[in-house]
């Protein structure tokens, strides 16, 4: 089973919006709603920040979203802040035996 | 609150086996899915493997080889074993919480242990 794919950076200025791609295919993304997204700050533990696509856990904010389109699954952040530069990573099921498979991650940097 | 610790050596030995243990405290051990994780210096996140508290295991195909995920639901304890190992296993090995009913999510970590695999 193959990573899922993500851009290996992405940035944008304080108060903007960036949106951040993960790339997979029919067998995982494209045929199940099970995408989460994790945030990692550098020597930090990854921070789940939405799962089944688009819901969020408690406590975290409005301005993180996440939405799946075919294969594709997406996650935006709104209203960028210094303290969301961290790498984000997308997962998703992809059947019984692989029920975790991890995109590569995403470098997220606030200008 | 729920808290994850790993623990266990910090250096293995080329060939060896790779032990480490995660206690679960704060909240209910049980009707959950029990996962390793690891990352390697300056790259991305694998998915390890998971034991369930009735003791079902689910292994990465490409470790399942060299892997054994054990539990020890009366202590709150899950465990991971990988035989064999070279500097290809040099890692920060997270414990986490996957909860089946909110998509395969892992919702909780533990902080980390950084495991080096040197003679």
């Known amino acids: 089973q193959s990573a899922l794919t993500q851009p290996p950076s992405a940035s944008g200025s304080p108060g903007q919006s960036v949106t951040i791609s993960c790339t997979g295919t029919?067998?995982?993304?494209?045929?199940?709603?099970?995408v989460s997204w994790y945030q990692q700050h550098p020597g930090k533990a990854p921070k789940l920040i939405i799962y089944?696509?688009?819901k969020r856990p408690s406590g975290v904010p409005g301005r993180f979203s996440g939405s799946k389109s075919g294969n594709t699954a997406s996650l935006t952040v709104s209203g960028l802040q210094a303290d969301d530069e961290a790498d984000y990573y997308c997962?998703?099921?992809?059947?019984?035996?692989?029920?975790?498979?991890f995109g590569g991650g995403t470098k997220l940097t606030v200008l | 609150q729920v808290q994850l610790q790993e623990s266990g050596p910090r250096m293995v030995k080329p060939s060896e086996t790779l032990s480490l243990t995660c206690t679960v405290s704060?909240?209910?051990?049980?009707?959950?899915?029990w996962s390793w994780i690891r990352q390697p210096p300056g790259k991305g996140l694998e998915w390890i493997g998971y034991?369930?508290?009735?003791?079902?295991?689910n292994y990465s195909p490409s470790l399942k080889s060299r892997l054994t995920i054990s539990v020890d639901a009366s202590k709150h304890q899950f465990s991971l074993k990988l035989t064999s190992v070279t500097a290809a296993d040099t890692a920060v090995y997270y414990c986490?919480?996957?909860?089946?009913?909110?998509?395969?999510?892992?919702?909780?970590w533990g902080q980390g242990t950084m495991v080096t695999v040197s003679s």
């Open positions: 704060g909240g209910s051990f049980n009707n959950y899915f």
């Open positions: 997962t998703s099921y992809a059947g019984d035996n692989i029920p975790v498979v």
């Open positions: 986490a919480r996957l909860v089946l009913m909110s998509g395969n999510a892992l919702d909780m």
């Open positions: 029919s067998s995982d993304v494209g045929t199940y709603d099970y």
């Open positions: 034991v369930y508290n009735s003791g079902f295991t």
């Open positions: 089944e696509v688009n």
